[in-house]
């Protein structure tokens, strides 16, 4: 069975500061995929990035980082410079690459930008 | 279409009704997943979609609620005799089936009210 854990229920950051989203899961997967989404009072849901557990490098998209750590089971989001419109709730994911592709969210972080 | 369509987009019905909520994935796309999301809370996996048949149905949190998916394409999640605790926005996605590694694709999703 796959788990994800987000322990940060709220966070407040300031204007331009970079942050961090923690996100550890457990899984008897062999091969898997980690993804962030957010989730803006708007209620679409936006995906931001992916890693796969075999990927070498960590995933980058523009102002979105990934800070995977195979061995510690944990694949943090980083955001820097953030922006006012970066407040919104982020769920982190995942999926096996085989078998049951069940997604499986975690119970989310919200994150609010302080002007 | 361009997107994932979910119909309708609000629906308010009486204690004890049954109610269908319809998914239309993105074409092509074979994995299809339901969740339901109370207000202010994360995503609750109901059912899992490959084609036509469900791998994994473990979700659905009792048997009042049933969900088909026909030609690999349009799925309808069908709830029974409603209760006042299936309030929620019921959330549908679709992904192609590439190993695992792609993102899914989120509708906007159908708000339910029961009264």
């Known amino acids: 069975a796959q788990k994800i854990t987000q322990t940060q229920p709220g966070m407040f950051v300031q204007e331009k500061e970079a942050v961090t989203l923690d996100c550890t899961y457990d899984?008897?997967?062999?091969?898997?995929?980690l993804f962030w989404y957010k989730q803006p009072s708007s209620g679409e849901m936006i995906f931001l990035i992916y890693?796969?557990?075999?990927?070498?490098q960590n995933a980058t998209e523009g102002r979105y980082s990934l800070n995977f750590q195979k061995a510690r089971k944990s694949a943090n989001l980083v955001i820097s410079a953030s922006q006012l419109g970066d407040s919104a709730m982020y769920f982190c994911?995942?999926?096996?690459?085989?078998?049951?592709?069940?997604?499986?969210f975690g119970t989310g972080t919200r994150l609010t930008i302080i002007p | 279409g361009a997107g994932v369509s979910q119909s309708p987009s609000n629906k308010v019905t009486e204690k004890g009704k049954d109610v269908e909520l319809r998914c239309d994935p993105i074409?092509?796309?074979?994995?299809l997943y339901w969740y339901r999301q109370s207000l202010g809370q994360g995503l609750e996996f109901l059912i899992y979609?490959?084609?036509?048949?469900?791998?994994?149905k473990s979700g659905l949190p009792s048997d009042r609620f049933s969900a088909e998916r026909t030609g690999g394409s349009v799925s309808t999640l069908t709830i029974q005799r409603t209760q006042q605790e299936d309030s929620a926005v019921y959330l549908c996605?679709?992904?192609?089936?590439?190993?695992?590694?792609?993102?899914?694709?989120f509708g906007q999703g159908t708000r339910l009210t029961v009264v």
């Open positions: 074409s092509g796309h074979t994995a």
């Open positions: 979609f490959q084609g036509n048949s469900a791998p994994d």
């Open positions: 996605a679709s992904s192609p089936r590439t190993l695992g590694t792609s993102e899914a694709f």
């Open positions: 994911a995942m999926r096996a690459v085989f078998g049951n592709e069940k997604l499986t």
């Open positions: 890693q796969g557990s075999y990927d070498q």
């Open positions: 899984t008897s997967d062999p091969s898997y995929g």
